[in-house]
């Protein structure tokens, strides 16, 4: 097969792996409740510990918080929920003087109907330049009481909603997603020359790159024509559909998703990211079924990377990882450029929970007390061979926080306590996001797992007897202390310490940079994955039977303590070898 090959002059993102970090769930710095800025500075020891290059910062911008910060206000402040400008730039100074790189947030599909231009729009009148910047329509049928078109919010429920103008019903206005995030009008020339100045105005701060939410949307197909269709997010379906089936969904394609019209936008942006120094970088979620269409985004004079979904979406099965893993390298070979790979991020459950089900391809959008509960041994067991199975791969990785403890979904969210608008805008039909977005725990022993000592301290056991903490925002599970990361790191056989080794070896032996090739052992038929990377074999028994392991291989890594019995891998294991 004919790959991505690496040179002297391969910039960074092309083998890195980062880290991504939810700033309201990593770590509080202020006792608030609510993680931070602060707290974010106070455990980047803790992630340059663990081995990674880069971190990644979900939204952190003024927001009223209707979607967790992806609902922006200002673009150019930081939430005072978490700190300030000043924040910032501390944690990026402290996070470039450890050698990590950071790449942060960017939603220009759509903005919070707090921003100004959305005031603006709503104090205008129909036609005007400020109504103009979104997508706002008269309605059909009498009195324009029906909406322009049928499409449906991807939070559920329809994608229009009327204002008022003078007391009376006036325009309609488009949001693909919940009602307060309006969608932006990238017809509008005035849209493209702000966002280009929000670019400047945080790679002016030194930022590394950007990861751009929902990158295949912004541009629509003219006219806004009707689609019977319902698009998903990345979190998943509930059937077992095949990804190589999976764009039946999308047939015929969507008129608001993977239009043509945004490989000019990004062709702007990449001259943007030309003009500063240091190898900046623009990395795609971009729900596209195709890995053909994926890698449209990722061509020379485009963006840099595009979150591999078609991996995720693999769940468990060894044909499913095999066809990603063959598709992607394959689809980005075409236009030279490096793959990626993730298995959680902050719109999935959590890998280990849905490695648990009883069908580990499933796709639950969220779990509840009510739904079935995942096997939580053999879930943590399947991720930790799926790390191996990922690390070794050629190119970059994504880390979700929290994954290097193996930390697991919270499935028992009560309803009253979940604030993810997907649930409410179904009814509680899609269980939502919280469950992975619970507040990490960093000390088995401490109120809140020591969620909101950040201030406190970063490491050492700080006693808090007498200190009132704060309640963290969503609650935590009783188990998340069997996972606190105080108990994991320099333990050994602990998950963090498997993630840790992965890392180190990985570039010890440059993985990032190799070559893959499906080892003379890789039979998908049977539960086997197994490749070759330089000078690094990987094998990962997807299947029920112990397999028999090459001879004279030495073990270089171990998915457990229990992998490898009498020459032979066991069910739900995997292991790096060296000849």
Request: hydrophobic share 40%; charged share 20%; with cysteine.
């Amino acid at each position: 097969m004919t790959v991505f090959q690496a040179t002297a002059t391969t910039p960074w993102w092309s083998s890195a792996v980062i880290y991504q970090i939810y700033p309201r769930s990593f770590a509080d710095g202020n006792n608030d409740g609510m993680g931070d800025l602060p707290g974010i500075s106070g455990k980047l020891e803790y992630l340059a510990g663990l081995g990674i290059d880069a971190i990644w910062l979900s939204p952190f911008y003024l927001s009223p918080q209707a979607d967790a910060g992806y609902d922006v206000a200002d673009y150019r402040q930081v939430d005072p929920r978490f700190g300030d400008l000043a924040d910032f730039d501390a944690m990026l100074a402290k996070a470039h003087g450890l050698n990590l790189r950071v790449i942060v947030d960017l939603v220009p599909n759509h903005t919070s109907d707090e921003h100004v231009w959305f005031q603006d729009a709503l104090e205008s009148p129909e036609g005007s330049p400020a109504r103009n910047r979104y997508l706002f329509r008269d309605g059909l049928g009498k009195d324009g009481n029906v909406p322009p078109n049928n499409w449906q919010s991807i939070f559920g429920g329809p994608a229009w909603t009327r204002i008022m103008d003078n007391g009376v019903p006036g325009q309609w206005y488009l949001h693909l997603f919940d009602t307060k995030q309006p969608d932006l009008n990238w017809d509008n020339p005035q849209v493209h020359t702000e966002m280009e100045s929000v670019l400047r105005f945080w790679l002016d701060r030194g930022v590394d790159g950007f990861r751009v939410d929902v990158a295949h949307g912004m541009v629509k197909a003219p006219g806004l024509p009707d689609w019977d269709g319902q698009a998903a997010m990345v979190a998943g379906e509930e059937n077992t559909q095949d990804p190589a089936e999976h764009s039946s969904a999308m047939n015929p394609p969507s008129p608001f998703f993977d239009q043509d019209g945004v490989h000019e936008i990004y062709r702007s942006w990449n001259r943007v990211l030309k003009e500063y120094t240091g190898e900046r970088m623009l990395v795609a979620e971009a729900w596209v079924e195709q890995p053909e269409r994926l890698a449209l985004y990722v061509r020379e004079d485009e963006m840099q990377q595009a979150f591999n979904f078609e991996f995720l979406l693999a769940g468990w099965d060894a044909g499913r990882i095999a066809t990603a893993v063959e598709n992607s390298l394959a689809a980005n070979a075409t236009v030279g450029a490096p793959a990626t790979w993730v298995l959680s991020n902050h719109d999935t459950v959590r890998h280990p929970s849905r490695f648990g089900l009883s069908d580990p391809t499933t796709f639950p959008k969220g779990i509840s007390a009510e739904d079935e509960q995942p096997n939580e041994e053999l879930g943590l067991a399947r991720a930790r061979a799926a790390t191996l199975l990922m690390m070794a791969l050629p190119g970059s990785a994504y880390i979700y926080q929290g994954e290097e403890l193996g930390l697991p979904e919270h499935t028992a969210l009560p309803a009253s306590v979940r604030q993810d608008p997907a649930f409410f805008r179904t009814n509680g039909t899609e269980r939502g996001r919280d469950g992975c977005r619970v507040p990490l725990p960093w000390h088995a022993s401490r109120p809140g797992f020591g969620f909101s000592s950040g201030a406190l301290s970063s490491g050492a056991r700080t006693s808090v007897a007498n200190i009132s903490v704060a309640e963290p925002w969503l609650p935590q599970p009783e188990s998340f202390a069997r996972y606190a990361a105080d108990i994991q790191v320099a333990v050994a056989e602990s998950t963090f310490e498997l993630y840790r080794s992965a890392l180190a070896l990985r570039k010890q032996h440059a993985l990032g940079v190799g070559t893959h090739l499906w080892a003379a052992a890789h039979d998908p038929g049977v539960g086997v994955v197994a490749y070759t990377n330089g000078g690094i074999s990987v094998v990962a028994n997807v299947g029920e039977v112990p397999i028999t392991l090459p001879a004279g291989a030495s073990v270089l890594l171990a998915s457990s303590a229990s992998a490898v019995l009498n020459g032979a891998l066991s069910p739900n294991s995997a292991v790096w070898l060296e000849s």
